[in-house]
T-cell receptor, first 118, second 112 residues
Framework: GAVVSQHPSWVICKSGTSVKIECRSL??????MFWYRQFPKQSLMLMAT?????????EQGVEKDKFLINHASLTLSTLTVTSAHPEDSSFYIC??????????????FGQGTRLTVV | KQEVTQIPAALSVPEGENLVLNCSFT??????LQWFRQDPGKGLTSLLL?????REQTSGRLNASLDKSSGRSTLYIAASQPGDSATYLC???????????FGAGTTVTVRA
């Protein structure tokens, strides 16, 4: 079946540094990918929609200069957390939408990235 | 803004018991509703997708119903097993785009 791979699965970084998270669709081309953030015991919150070849669309309240999204190819989207601070520590998950609907799903999710900023 | 609520937040049952997980949403103008499973520290695995025109979907021991007009969906898991222990999330898709609004999930523990 379709697989979306997210890397790294966890990362610890120092406050003030930047961290890049990759999201790859392994067996289909994804013109649209989504980035979510999840706090413990809370729901996933959509951060932005990543569109191949164009600028990402950010949800209200998400700082586009802090969370840089690049979707340079049909199989790769990246999220860069710039000048990370402890409050950016969270679980980040991407999803990719295949061009054709598959049974029981419209999008496949990566395994998530646990970011800890110290 | 779509609000999705899942009750209860946590559930513990003995093995073999049937599970009933509830999901409610405030805006009935949805395109579809999905149920996902999330294991600790992992991504999401899609379980069932119900289109807005459908009343239910079934896959093995899982059955999900949808009452769009009342803004409710229920996930039934028959004859629960310890391997069913996980957090179950429901998500609704708005009619006009592919964005999903998620509930906070129900964490299920099935005791052997």
């Amino acid at each position: 079946g379709a697989v979306v791979s997210q890397h790294p699965s966890w990362v610890i970084c120092k406050s003030g540094t930047s961290v890049k998270i990759e999201c790859r669709s392994l067996d289909f081309q994804a013109t649209t990918m989504f980035w979510y953030r999840q706090f413990p015991k809370q729901s996933l919150m959509l951060m932005a929609t990543s569109n191949e070849g164009s600028k990402a669309t950010y949800e209200q309240g998400v700082e586009k200069d802090k969370f840089l999204i690049n979707h340079a190819s049909l199989t790769l989207s990246t999220l860069t957390v710039t000048s990370a601070h402890p409050e950016d520590s969270s679980f980040y998950i991407c999803s990719a939408r295949p061009p054709l609907v598959r049974p029981n799903t419209e999008a496949f999710f990566g395994q998530g990235t646990r970011l800890t900023v110290v | 803004k779509q609000e999705v609520t899942q009750i209860p937040a946590a559930l513990s049952v003995p093995e073999g018991e049937n599970l009933v997980l509830n999901c409610s949403f405030t805006d009935s103008a949805i395109y579809n509703l999905q149920w996902f499973r999330q294991d600790p520290g992992k991504g999401l695995t899609s379980l069932l997708l119900i289109q807005s025109s459908q009343r239910e979907q079934t896959s093995g021991r899982l059955n999900a119903s949808l009452d769009k007009s009342s803004g409710r969906s229920t996930l039934y898991i028959a004859a629960s097993q310890p391997g069913d222990s996980a957090t179950y999330l429901c998500a609704v898709r708005r009619s006009n785009d592919y964005k999903l609004s998620f509930g906070a999930g129900t964490t299920v523990t099935v005791r052997a």
